[in-house]
């Protein structure tokens, strides 16, 4: 939670001026709107779930210490359930890539304390169409088609966990040793709904078999 000082009131010297101290504290006042960790429309991750989202806007929650907890509201998706208060310490900003494309993503808890983290990379890509001639002969052309492919990361939990760490690594495996590859030659395949069907279904299986996935040292 981010934590602002509050200075309700400003005392003066016997001479009617500020003291030093309490000019500070009145500067703080005034300056309180302008401190932020995160700014509206930045892409952050959740740290619970993996999830990437955008910061649409923030709460200012006074407390009886005097001091305001900030909490972020998050959009991870369509629909009001997917709109989400978080403290500072519960997201964090992703990297340049997600930024520009947010990465479908998905955090499936596993036996035992592991965590799953899954991602999908979706391409445009160019792929052969079977077809014949009025005459019989095979005659394949080309067309535009999707690819994607899947990755994965386990999260140990005698380790610290760290989210981005597992999007990273489960990124660079889809990227050099996907877990899963499906191409298509229809270019309007693999929506947002299809993705996370592919990403749950593939998730709780190695969740289920966990014991398969986790290198014995």
Request: aromatic share 10%; with cysteine.
């Amino acid at each position: 939670m981010e934590t602002i000082e509050i200075f309700p009131q400003v005392w003066h010297n016997a001479d009617g001026r500020l003291s030093i101290a309490d000019e500070v504290k009145y500067v703080k006042q005034k300056i309180i709107k302008t401190m932020s960790k995160f700014k509206i429309n930045d892409k952050v991750i959740v740290k619970e779930n993996g999830m990437v989202g955008t910061i649409k806007g923030r709460d200012q929650i006074a407390l009886p210490d005097g001091k305001v907890r900030v909490e972020y509201i998050v959009k991870t998706g369509e629909g009001f359930d997917n709109w989400n208060k978080y403290s500072k310490h519960e997201i964090a900003k992703v990297g340049k890539d997600e930024i520009n494309k947010p990465l479908p993503t998905m955090v499936i808890d596993a036996p035992n304390g592991y965590k799953v983290t899954l991602v999908a990379l979706v391409h445009s890509e160019t792929v052969w169409k079977d077809d014949w001639d009025k005459d019989g002969f095979y005659s394949p052309y080309r067309r535009k088609g999707k690819e994607l492919s899947m990755g994965y990361a386990i999260y140990n939990p005698n380790d610290k966990y760290d989210p981005v760490m597992g999007i990273s690594i489960a990124k660079h495996r889809a990227k050099v040793s996907p877990f899963c590859h499906l191409v298509s030659d229809f270019n309007g395949e693999f929506n947002r709904e299809t993705i996370d069907a592919l990403l749950k279904v593939k998730g709780r299986y190695i969740a289920n078999n966990i014991e398969d996935f986790v290198r014995s040292k």
